[in-house]
């Protein structure tokens, strides 16, 4: 059973975090003096506390186990193997905060840039796992702004065999939000917080700038 808030009641697949621990650690990443290191150990702990949510509906099955006292039927995960799958490079972000919750995940890279002037995404680099059909794909970035990346970052990994999809954000646009639903409503799509619009340059407002300029301390 999934916990968290579903926002619209149209967007059948799209949840929005509503843990007070996700909240706070969004407005302490939000804040303009927080700095690289802070930030880069806020988006892991967020990246946690929502990979926590996002996999609750993992399968499990019973296994034998014996404790010190006798033997029991317990659940397990059912082995579902599980590909993390970060959006170049700001994803890169959340990546180890997921592991933390599930280490034996592999983890595959999508590299997408923005035009500039259209702000429409190109793919320079993409490398999956093997077996890629038959793993549940984490799909990891913390923004999702116009939406135009995590779109063909699935359209990538579902032309490369991935159909088992969820997205990852940490702040999302409503724009966002609505394209990315909109072309693959099959995708789960959990958002640690909605934001009110993007600006004229595509950025989310209120937002917190460019995540991966604070992640990686560029400018
Ligand atoms: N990417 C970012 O890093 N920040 C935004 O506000 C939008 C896209």
């Known amino acids: 059973m999934i916990t968290c808030k579903r926002k619209e009641k149209e967007m059948e697949n799209v949840f929005y975090m509503d843990h007070p621990l996700i909240q706070h650690k969004i407005s302490m990443l939000r804040a303009v003096q927080t700095g690289t290191n802070e930030f880069r ?3 892991e702990e967020i990246a946690v506390l929502m990979a926590y949510e996002a996999l609750r509906d993992l399968p499990t099955e019973d296994v034998e ?9 317990t659940p397990m995960l ?10 170049l490079r700001a994803g890169l972000g959340m990546v180890n905060g997921i592991l933390t919750l599930v280490p034996s995940a592999k983890v595959g890279h999508v590299g997408l840039y923005r035009d500039p002037v259209t702000h429409e995404p190109h793919e320079y680099y993409c490398k999956l796992p093997e077996a890629i059909g038959e793993r549940l794909i984490l799909v990891a970035d ?3 702004a116009t939406g135009g990346s995590a779109e063909a970052a699935v359209d990538f990994i ?6 088992n999809i969820k997205f990852m954000c940490i702040i999302a646009a409503p724009e966002g939000v609505e394209r990315l639903h909109k072309k693959h409503p099959d995708v789960q799509i959990y958002c640690g917080h909605l934001d009110r619009c993007l600006n004229e340059n595509a950025y989310i407002c209120p937002g917190l700038g460019d995540a ?6 560029t400018k």
């Open 41 to 43: 150990k806020l988006v």
């Open 65 to 73: 186990i014996t404790t010190p006292l006798e033997t029991c039927m």
């Open 78 to 87: 059912s082995g579902k193997k599980l590909a993390i799958v970060p959006i």
């Open 142 to 144: 913390p923004m999702l």
């Open 158 to 163: 579902k032309q490369k065999g991935g159909t």
């Open 212 to 217: 991966g300029d604070r992640i990686f301390g």
